[in-house]
């Protein structure tokens, strides 16, 4: 099954209207609680010039994008871990998703606001509680069992101890994600597929005035992004899905006028896909450019089961170029020439842009 981000908030933070642009879809987005329920799923393409620039130099009139899948999610309400506002549902479809992309509502206009009033960081820690509640009733079961077989094998007395630490922390509120990413802590979080462990990126969902200057609001959840060493971005939701009802000159045209100097959904996107854990390396041939999404760390092999089990399986070697020395050089035989065409084995680790063909023998 394809790696997915949720896109997780409280109600009515602008979720649905952001999901709706990054997938040119027509999934309910209204200024009233609940109104997404079940989770709508969408694959959103990777922005990639690359590809582009390959195709001009093999002469391919075919180019396919790596993918992201997208799954709006319910927004999650105060007691969610209680069964609130159908929360144990809507954490259930937390639980499937591989990261979290966090909407923050930073904005005034555009309908009640859940709690009140405007408060993002406030919003964050809520959903950052009812998550971590949720977790503590997985983590106790596996404390218990935990417990049961450090009585018969003393030498796991420090996983119970770091188990013991984790249930203090979400306790407090504080999620697994924040532990040190080598820690014991973590490691156990991520066994018990804990929701509060899952990468996360904050987005500031702002208004069309702050697009270029984002204000206070925006900022509190930067700056909430740096004390726990994590991510965020400011997107305009309301603009961006404006923006993908024009063509590209109109769009283009919009952005000049009102000073965005880049899509905020590629880099909703592009951050989405790094939360992911995944990187890209690229086939060029006269039928196809394309773009193929491997696991950071994954041997030649593995990537070469990503365009067919066969080529995997009969795998020899890799013919490989770095896309900067392909962009420069413009032909494989002048890449040839200068030494840049590398042939490489089953333990080569892949790399990011690595312009590939397979050889292999079934």
């Not at 702050?210 to 740096?226: D, E, H, K, M, T």
């Not at 013919?319 to 002048?334: G, N, P, T």
Request: glycine residues 8%.
């Amino acid at each position: 099954m394809a790696l997915s981000c949720g896109i997780v908030g409280l109600p009515n933070v602008g979720k649905s209207t952001i999901f709706n642009a990054l997938t040119r879809s027509t999934a309910l987005a209204a200024n009233y609680a609940y109104a997404t329920i079940e989770p709508n799923v969408g694959e959103v393409q990777l922005p990639d010039f690359r590809l582009r620039v390959l195709a001009e130099i093999v002469h391919s009139t075919k180019i396919v994008h790596a993918t992201t899948r997208f799954v709006d999610i319910a927004g999650l309400p105060q007691g969610a871990s209680t069964g609130a506002g159908l929360g144990n549902a809507f954490l259930s479809h937390i639980r499937e998703s591989d990261a979290l992309a966090m909407v923050l509502r930073c904005y005034e206009d555009g309908g009640e606001h859940a709690e009140g009033g405007l408060d993002p960081v406030r919003d964050a820690e809520i959903v950052d509680i009812e998550m971590a509640l949720a977790d503590l009733a997985s983590l106790s079961k596996r404390i218990e069992r935990l417990g049961r077989e450090a009585r018969v094998n003393p030498k796991l007395a420090p996983r119970v101890e770091a188990a013991d630490r984790l249930r203090a922390a979400l306790e407090s509120g504080r999620p697994a994600r924040r532990f040190a990413a080598e820690s014991e802590e973590l490691a156990l979080a991520r066994e018990a597929f804990l929701l509060t462990a899952k990468p996360l990126l904050y987005v500031a969902n702002i208004d069309e005035a702050q697009i270029g200057a984002p204000g206070p609001s925006a900022q509190a959840v930067f700056a909430l992004a740096q004390r726990e060493e994590s991510r965020a971005i400011a997107i305009c939701g309301k603009v961006e899905a404006e923006l993908v009802g024009l063509s590209e000159d109109d769009a283009a045209t919009f952005r000049t006028e009102l000073g965005i100097d880049s899509s905020g959904l590629d880099l909703l996107v592009l951050n989405a896909y790094d939360l992911l854990g995944l990187m890209t390396f690229l086939t060029a041939g006269e039928k196809e450019v394309r773009a193929w999404p491997v696991a950071r760390g994954a041997k030649a092999p593995q990537a070469a089961g990503k365009i067919h089990s066969d080529i995997e399986r009969g795998f020899i070697r890799a013919e490989i170029v770095a896309y900067d020395d392909y962009a420069r050089l413009r032909s494989m035989e002048a890449l040839k020439a200068a030494g840049l065409v590398r042939l490489e084995g089953k333990d080569y680790v892949m790399r990011e842009g690595d312009v590939v063909n397979f050889r292999f023998n079934v």
